[in-house]
Structure formats: C-alpha cells, structure tokens
C-alpha cells in the first residue's frame, strides 16, 4: 500500500475541453510529481511540488498546471485538451527518496 | 539528456526458466537507478533503488545489479505471477527530482 490515492479513476472528455485530476498522499510527504503515461510507453515527467511550490517541470506545454496543498493534496489541470493527451496519468509522492505512484487516472480524449 | 533504454522490450519465459532484463542508461551524475513493475492500467510498483555501481539487491526472486552504464533484473526461476512490465528510471544528482524512465520490458511467464 503506497498510501497515494487518485481521483477519478477513468475520465473521458472532448477535444478543446479542460479537466482536473486529483491526487492525495500521507502527511509529510512534501513532494509530489505528476507523470503522463501513454500506451506502451514509459511514464514523462511532467513536473513536480515540494511544499506548494514547482520545483521543476518536464517538456509539456503551459496548458498544463498544477496545484499543490497544505493537505498534502494535488491537482493537475489541463486546458483545451488535445486527443494526444489520451493516457494514464500518475501521481508519486516521495518518501525516502523513494517515489511511491498512485493507481493512475485513465483520460480519454474524444 | 538523460536517457534509459531497455532491453528486450518483451519477454517470453517457461515457468522455472530464469533470464535477465537489461538497462543501459546515461544521465549526468546519478542520484539513484529505480525498478519498477507495472501491471496492466495500474501505478508502478516501486521495487528496488541502486546508488552506486557494483550494488546488489534482492527480493524474492529478483535481484538487481548496477553497473556505471546499465543495470540487470536477474528473475530466478519465475513463476505466472511474475508477469508484468518492468520499468527502469534513472534519476539525476541536480536538478528536480525527476525520475526518467525506460519503456519497459514486457515479461510473461507461462505455466
């Protein structure tokens, strides 16, 4: 048990619209990174909250942000949404220098 | 830019046959090497850390070792259950913490 949860599990949503996906790890666990995972691939990073704060992004385009809270909770927003953003989308929360990941949104984009 | 590349990219084995899947990375300056196995449309799940070359580590019936260009996930006599992909991910001693993964190695071990 990782102890991180996601929120919801599959989503589908059209082209052009935006979504939030949310992610909720355990008390203390200051760091949270989002990854995007399409099929048959490896997970990208996309980037990454220690303490509120971005503390570094991978090569995705701005309509893609994110949000950390004083509850270890976060979210990943994503505007006017493209069909290639269809994937399965992680969330890992860092305990030990260990990245433990959630089970993963499903996003289908119509 | 850091880069990890696995081989083979899948994996056919006979139950009690044991193999090894291989990782050959380049990253500027390593923090740590991570092993992941994921079952289909689930979260990684985390299995071993390497810091430094000639590190070993074992669990079960997987023992990864590290090398100063690539990693091997030796699986002693597998079983069904065994059966996933296993990911491998580098991450670097600057930067954010970022993990760059590997696509994967696709095993399947058939009773």
């Known amino acids: 048990e990782t102890g991180v949860t996601q929120s919801p599990t599959h989503l589908i949503k059209t082209r052009g619209q935006q979504v939030t996906l949310r992610c909720s790890s355990q008390?203390?666990?200051?760091?949270v990174s989002w990854y995007q995972q399409a099929l048959g691939q490896g997970p990208q990073f996309i980037f990454q909250?220690?303490?509120?704060?971005?503390?570094g992004r991978g090569n995705f385009p701005p309509r893609f942000s994110g949000l950390q809270f004083p509850n270890y909770s976060s979210e990943l927003n994503v505007n006017a949404l493209e069909l290639d953003d269809s994937a399965l989308y992680l969330c890992?929360?860092?305990?030990?220098?260990?990245?433990?990941f959630g089970p993963g949104t499903r996003l289908t984009v119509t | 830019e850091d880069q990890v590349t696995q081989s083979p990219e899948a994996l056919r084995l006979q139950e009690g046959e044991s193999s090894s899947l291989n990782c050959s990375y380049t990253?500027?300056?390593?923090?740590?090497l991570f092993w992941y196995r994921q079952d289909p449309g689930k979260g990684p799940e985390f299995l071993f850390t390497?810091?430094?070359a000639g590190e070993e580590k074992e669990k079960e019936r997987l023992k990864a070792t590290l090398t100063k260009k690539e990693s091997f996930l030796h699986i002693t006599a597998p079983k069904p259950e065994d059966s996933a992909t296993y990911l491998c991910?580098?991450?670097?001693?600057?930067?954010?913490?970022?993990?760059?993964f590997g696509k994967g190695t696709k095993l399947t071990v058939n009773p």
């Open positions: 890992a929360s860092t305990r030990g220098g260990e990245q433990y």
């Open positions: 008390s203390g666990h200051n760091t």
């Open positions: 909250y220690y303490r509120e704060e971005e503390n």
């Open positions: 990253v500027s300056g390593l923090r740590g």
């Open positions: 390497l810091y430094s």
């Open positions: 991910a580098v991450q670097a001693r600057s930067g954010s913490e970022k993990l760059v």
